[in-house]
C-alpha cells in the first residue's frame, strides 16, 4: 500500500523567486559600494547613501538575502523529496517565507537609517535580530517534524548538512544576539571587549559555516547528482567528510584574531583547527566532483554542471586559501587588506553563487514545467560571471598584498618607507576600479539569468500543479530494519542523529567560549581603564551608527611595523568596557585604536565635514550631517544606566547626572572649535560627540593606566 | 561509460537509493586520507609547538624584532658615523640652500600644509610667517618642535616619521617663510622675536 501526497512546490517557487530578487539588490549594492572607495563622490553625502551604512546591508542582502533564500529553497525543494513527504505544515512554511521576506525589508530599511548593533553580519537591530530568532524556531519545528513524517526510513547526506545548519545556526544566532535595550531601536551586546570579539567571530566564522557552507553542501548532494544523473561517488568519504566538517570548523574563529590582544593560546587553538579544515572542507569538493565521472561531456554542453562544477572549484579553492590566511605570518600581512575581502568573494560568487545559479537554472524549468528559454544565454551567463569573479579576484589578491607589503615596509634605519596612511590607498585605487569592472560583468552575467528566467516562467503552461508522489509509509525502525553498519543505523534515528550534531558543535564552542566567563572576559580587573564619559559613549554609538568599523580597525596587532604606524600595541584592557567592541576587520582608513590627541579638535571637525580638505586623495566620505543634526542629549541618562547594568563601573550620581555632564563637556569643546572660527552652537550638534570619544581612544593607555 | 565501468559500479553500490539518487561505496580516495591525517598532524603539532613547546608567544616575538632592530639600528648608526643634530649656524645656512628648501617645501605640502596652510599662514596650527613664536623663534627650535611635536595641543612629533634630511629641509624651508605674509595669516601667537 502507498500513500498519495504532493509536494508543496509552492513554497519552493516563493523562495526562488526571493533569492532572485534579491540577489539582484544584493549584487548592485556590492557594485555600488565597491565605487564609492573608488571614487567617494559616489557616497553622494547623504547619510543613508554612505559607505559605512550601506555596506552592512550589502553583507547582509547577500548572506541572508540571496544565499539565505536560496538554501531555504533548495532545502524545502530537496527535503520533500528525500523524505518522500509534503512539508509538515503549509502555515509554518508560509509563516517563515513572509517573515523572513519581512525581516530582509526591514533591514533594508534600519540599516541605511542607522540602526545597527555594530557587529559584523549581527548588525541587525534586536527587534529584528529577536524576529530572526523566532522565525528560526517556526523553520525548525516545521523541519524536524517534517523529518518525523517522512516515508523514508534514513535520511540521505543532504538532510545531515541541512540538520547541522539549522541546529548550529539556532545556538550562534542566540549567543550573539544577547542584548539589551536602551530604547527600541538601539540595544547593547551584554558581552564587552576580548570576550565579544571571540563570540562575534566564532558566529561570524561559523555564519561562513553553516550558512555558506554546510547548507550548500546538502544542496550540491541533492542538485548535483540529480543533474548529472550520476550516482553519488562515495557514501564513506561523506561520513568523514560531514563529521569533520562540523566538529572542526566551530573552532577556527579565532584566526579572524591573530596578534590581537586575544591571548596566545585562543589564537593557537583557532590557527589549528584552520590547517585541519582543508580536508574535511574538500571531502565534499572531491565528492562532488567524482560524482560526475562519466559525465564530463555533458559539463560541456549542460550550463547547470557547468556552473556546479566551476562553484566546486572555487570553494576548494577558498577552503584552502582560508587555512593559509590563518597562518599567523600570513595572516600579519594580509589581514585588514582587501585580500580579504576578496577571500571571501571568492566563496560568496564564486561557490554560493555559482551554486544557486545552477540550481536556479535546473529548479525553473522543473518547477514551472516548461524547458529553459534559453541554454545559449545560460551558457553566456557562466562566461561572463566567471570572468567577473576572477577580475575581482585577481584585482583584490594584487591590491591587498600590496597595500599590507606597504604597511609593513621599512627601511634599513627601522622608519616606516609609507608613513602616510593615504599613500597605501591611492595606490591600490586603480584596482579598485578593476574589481568594480569585475562586479559589474558578474551582475550583468546575473541579469542575463534573470530575463532568461523570466521569459521561461512566462512560457510556462497555465495551471501547473504541486507534483505529486507515492511512497509506501514508513514502518517502525527495529534493529533489523536500521541496516547493519553504526552508522547506517544512526542515519535511521533523527533525534539521535541531531544530538550527536549538537554535541559535535558544542565541545569547540564550549572549551574555546565558556573560559571568557570565568576570568572576567580575559582582561584584568585596571583601575586605570576609566569609563568613556557620557558625551564619548554617546559619540562612541554615532562611531557605530555611521559604520567607521567597516573602513577602520581599533586594534592594534603585536607587530612592529603596526607599533610604529599607530603605537603601542592594544591591550585587553582598554577594549573592555567597550559594548560592542570595535576592533573592526578592514583597514580602508588607519587604525584609531591611539587617534585620540593625535590632532587638534578642529583637525577632526574639519576632516570629518571634508576629508580632502585636510588629506588630499583621501577617499573617506565627509559627514556633513554630523554638523547639522542635534544631539540628543537625554538618551544619554538611559544609556549610562544600561551600561552601568552591563558591569561598567558608574557610580549612581554619573547616571544622575549624565545629562548635565555631557552638556558640559559638549560646551567646553564647542567653545574652543568656535573660538577658532566654527560656526556659532556647534556645541548642541553630533559631530561634537563624536569628536570627544575620537579624542578619547587610547587615553587609558596615555596616561599610563595600562601597562 | 563501457560496460566494465558499469559493472564495477554495480558492485561498488551500496543499494541506498533517495528521490533516485545513488550512493556508491567507493573509498575515500588515499591522497585525500593522507592529506586528512597530515593537516590534523601538522595543527597539533602547531599547536603542540606554540603552547607547549618553545614556540614564542607574541609579546615574545614583538621584544625579539624590537631587539634585532635597534641593533641594526646601532650597527648602521655606526657605520655612518652617526647623524648628529645640526646647529643653528648650519641650519641657517641650510635656510638659504634653494636645493634644501624646495625639498622641504615638497614636504611641508604634504605634511604640514594641512595644518599650517599651504603657504604656512596658519590654520589648525599657527602661522609660522610672522614674527611670533610660541616655542622659540630660532632654528634649532623649530628643528626641534618638528622632530618632538607637541603632542598634547596637536603638533605630532615628526622625528619618527621624516628622515632627519627631510625635517632639516622643512625647517629650511619655514626659515624661508619668514616676512612673507600672505593672505589670511592667522593671528600672531606666543612671543615677539625681533631677530632670528
Known amino acids: ?707 | 561509460m563501457s560496460a566494465k565501468e558499469k559493472r564495477i559500479e554495480e558492485v561498488k553500490s551500496t543499494g541506498h537509493v533517495y528521490d533516485g539518487i545513488e550512493e556508491l561505496d567507493h573509498p575515500p580516495p588515499p591522497w585525500f586520507v593522507a592529506m586528512f591525517y597530515l593537516t590534523v598532524a601538522i595543527g597539533l603539532a602547531y599547536y603542540a609547538y606554540y603552547e607547549i613547546g618553545p614556540g614564542p608567544t607574541q609579546g615574545q616575538e614583538l621584544q625579539a624584532e624590537r631587539r634585532k632592530e635597534e641593533l641594526a639600528e646601532l650597527t648602521s648608526l655606526a657605520a655612518s658615523g652617526g647623524s648628529k643634530i645640526p646647529s643653528e649656524d648650519e641650519l641657517q645656512a641650510m635656510g638659504k640652500d634653494p636645493g634644501r628648501r624646495s625639498a622641504g617645501a615638497a614636504v611641508f605640502s604634504t605634511k604640514c600644509a594641512s595644518c599650517h596652510g599651504n603657504r604656512g599662514e596658519g590654520g589648525i596650527g599657527p602661522n609660522l610667517t610672522d614674527r611670533h613664536w610660541i616655542h622659540g623663534g630660532r632654528l634649532t627650535d623649530v628643528f626641534n618642535v618638528i622632530t618632538q611635536g607637541v603632542p598634547v595641543k596637536g603638533m605630532p612629533p615628526w622625528g619618527a616619521l621624516l628622515k632627519q634630511e627631510e625635517v632639516e629641509g622643512v625647517t629650511a624651508f619655514v626659515a624661508s617663510l619668514a616676512g612673507t605674509n600672505p593672505p589670511g595669516g592667522k593671528a600672531p601667537q606666543g612671543e615677539l622675536v625681533e631677530k632670528r
Open chain 1, 1 to 707: 500500500m502507498s500513500d498519495k501526497f504532493r509536494y508543496d512546490d509552492d513554497i519552493s517557487k516563493k523562495f526562488l523567486l526571493a533569492t532572485l530578487l534579491w540577489g539582484a539588490v544584493a549584487l548592485l549594492l556590492g557594485v555600488l559600494i565597491a565605487t564609492q572607495l573608488a571614487d567617494w563622490r559616489l557616497n553622494l553625502g547623504l547619510p543613508w547613501t554612505s559607505f559605512g551604512r550601506l555596506r552592512p546591508l550589502h553583507t547582509n542582502a547577500a548572506i541572508f538575502a540571496f544565499a539565505g533564500n536560496g538554501v531555504f529553497a533548495a532545502i524545502y525543494y530537496s527535503s520533500q523529496r528525500l523524505l518522500k513527504t509534503r512539508m509538515y505544515s503549509d502555515l509554518l512554511s508560509r509563516v517563515h517565507f513572509w517573515g523572513w521576506q519581512a525581516v530582509i525589508v526591514a533591514a533594508a530599511v534600519t540599516l541605511p537609517l542607522g540602526l545597527t548593533v555594530g557587529k559584523e553580519y549581527a548588525e541587525l537591530e534586536w527587534p529584528i535580530a529577536w524576529a530572526v530568532n523566532g522565525l528560526w524556531v517556526v523553520f525548525a519545528v516545521n523541519f524536524f517534524q517534517t523529518l518525523r513524517v517522512r516515508r523514508e526510513r534514513h535520511l540521505y547526506v543532504a538532510i545531515w548538512f541541512y540538520i547541522a545548519t539549522i541546529v548550529t545556526v539556532a545556538v550562534l544566532h542566540v549567543m550573539n544576539t544577547i542584548q539589551i535595550p536602551v530604547s527600541f531601536w538601539k540595544s547593547y551586546p551584554v558581552y564587552a571587549g576580548v570576550q565579544d570579539a571571540l563570540i562575534q567571530w566564532w558566529y561570524g566564522h561559523n555564519a561562513v559555516a553553516f550558512v555558506l557552507t554546510t547548507p550548500f553542501l546538502g544542496l550540491m548532494y541533492y542538485f548535483l547528482p540529480k543533474a548529472a544523473e550520476r550516482p553519488v561517488y562515495s557514501y564513506r568519504l561523506s561520513i568523514v567528510h560531514f563529521w569533520s566538517l562540523v566538529f572542526i570548523y566551530i573552532w577556527a574563529g579565532p584566526h579572524h584574531l591573530l596578534y590581537t590582544a586575544l591571548p596566545d593560546w585562543a589564537q593557537t587553538v583557532g590557527v589549528a583547527f584552520s590547517l585541519m579544515l582543508i580536508a574535511p572542507s574538500w571531502g565534499g569538493m572531491i565528492n562532488g566532483l567524482l560524482t560526475l565521472r562519466g559525465a564530463w561531456d555533458r559539463v560541456r554542453k549542460e550550463p547547470v554542471l557547468k556552473f556546479f562544477v566551476a562553484a566546486l572549484t572555487f570553494y576548494g579553492m577558498a577552503t584552502f586559501e582560508g587555512p593559509l590566511l590563518s597562518i599567523k605570518s600570513v595572516s600579519a600581512l594580509g589581514h585588514y587588506t582587501d585580500w580579504i575581502v576578496g577571500h571571501v568573494h571568492g566563496g560568496a560568487l564564486g561557490w554560493n553563487g555559482f551554486m544557486i545559479f545552477g540550481m536556479a537554472y535546473w529548479l525553473v524549468p522543473r518547477l514551472w514545467k516548461t524547458p529553459l528559454y534559453s541554454t545559449g544565454m545560460a551558457n553566456a551567463h557562466f562566461w561572463i560571471g566567471f570572468l567577473g569573479t576572477v577580475t575581482y579576484l585577481v584585482s583584490l589578491w594584487v591590491a591587498g598584498i600590496t597595500q599590507g607589503l606597504m604597511w609593513g615596509a621599512t627601511d634599513i634605519a627601522g622608519k616606516l618607507v609609507y608613513p602616510d596612511f593615504v599613500e597605501t590607498v591611492l595606490r591600490i585605487v586603480p584596482l579598485y576600479w578593476v574589481r568594480m569592472a569585475g562586479g559589474l560583468l558578474y551582475f550583468s552575467g546575473y541579469l542575463l539569468m534573470l530575463v532568461n528566467l523570466v521569459l521561461t516562467v512566462r512560457r510556462a503552461p497555465a495551471g501547473v500543479q504541486d507534483e505529486a508522489a507515492s511512497a509506501p509509509p514508513l514502518v517502525p525502525a527495529t534493529v533489523g530494519n536500521l541496516g547493519g553498519r553504526p552508522h547506517r543505523m544512526l542515519e535511521g534515528l533523527p533525534g539521535l542523529f541531531t544530538v550527536l550534531t549538537l554535541l559535535a558543535i558544542l565541545v569547540g564552542t564550549v572549551l574555546e567560549i565558556a573560559p571568557t566567563f570565568f576570568s572576567g572576559g580575559f582582561a584584568p580587573e585596571t583601575p586605570g581603564v576609566k569609563p568613556y564619559t557620557g558625551l564619548q559613549l554617546h559619540g562612541r554609538d554615532l562611531y557605530v551608527r555611521e559604520g567607521c568599523y567597516t573602513c577602520h580597525s581599533q586594534m592594534i596587532r603585536a607587530l612592529p611595523a603596526e607599533v610604529k604606524r599607530y603605537g603601542e600595541y592594544s591591550r585587553a584592557e582598554e577594549s573592555m568596557y567597550d559594548h560592542p567592541f570595535q576592533w573592526g576587520s578592514k583597514r580602508t582608513g588607519p587604525d584609531l585604536a591611539r587617534v585620540g590627541g593625535k590632532y587638534p579638535d578642529l583637525w577632526h571637525y574639519r576632516h570629518m565635514m571634508e576629508p580632502r580638505d585636510l588629506v588630499p586623495g583621501s577617499i573617506m566620505p565627509s559627514y556633513s550631517w554630523l554638523a547639522k543634526d542635534k544631539t540628543d542629549f537625554e538618551i544619554i541618562a538611559r544609556k549610562l544606566a544600561v551600561m552601568k547594568k552591563l558591569g561598567v563601573p558608574y557610580a549612581d550620581d554619573d547616571v544622575r547626572l549624565a545629562v548635565e555632564d555631557a552638556r558640559r563637556e559638549a560646551r567646553r569643546i564647542g567653545r574652543g572649535l568656535e573660538a577658532q572660527g566654527v560656526k556659532p552652537g556647534i556645541e548642541d550638534m553630533e559631530i561634537v560627540a563624536l569628536i570627544a570619544y575620537l579624542q578619547r581612544l587610547g587615553e587609558d593607555f596615555r596616561k599610563g593606566g595600562v601597562k
